[in-house]
């Protein structure tokens, strides 16, 4: 191989991982757009309840309000998916792209 196809196979290498790695994460402008659908019973700008936990600083929380328990990625994803004491159940509703999304945005608020 001569010089430069090393580097382009160098490059297309970083940009592939840099691409799984974006979506294995999410993309937290995307999941804002999902989280419209969210927004008629939490807000994302304070921790004060709407119908549901005002979700702003969750993630920094001890517990979540809901379950009681930490609220790691894994719980708060279950909360959405099962939903339960008024909270819909989006297990179906959602795709695992818009799930992803959607968790990278709540880690933002
Ligand atoms: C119809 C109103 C409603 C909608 C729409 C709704 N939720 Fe909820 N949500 C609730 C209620 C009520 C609770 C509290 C349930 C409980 O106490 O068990 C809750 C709880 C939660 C919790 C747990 C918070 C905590 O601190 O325990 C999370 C996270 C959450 N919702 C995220 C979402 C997301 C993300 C969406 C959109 C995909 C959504 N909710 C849509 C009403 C709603």
Redesign the pocket.
């Known amino acids: 191989m001569k010089k430069s196809q090393y580097l382009a196979v160098a490059i297309a290498l970083v940009a592939g991982s840099v691409q799984a790695y974006a979506q294995s994460k999410g993309d937290a402008a995307k999941g804002k757009e ?2 419209e ?2 927004s ?3 807000n994302a700008d304070s921790a004060e309840k709407k ?3 005002g ?1 702003k600083g ?1 993630f920094k ?1 001890a ?5 009681g328990k930490a ?1 790691t990625d894994a719980n ?1 994803m279950g ?2 998916e099962e ?6 159940a ?1 297990k179906e ?2 795709s695992a792209d818009e799930k992803a999304n ?1 968790l990278a945005y ?1 880690h933002t608020l």
């Open positions: 999902v989280f659908q969210c008629v019973c939490h119908m549901g936990p979700l969750m929380k517990k979540m309000d809901s379950t609220p708060v909360k959405i939903g339960g004491n008024g909270m819909p989006y509703m959602l959607l709540l």
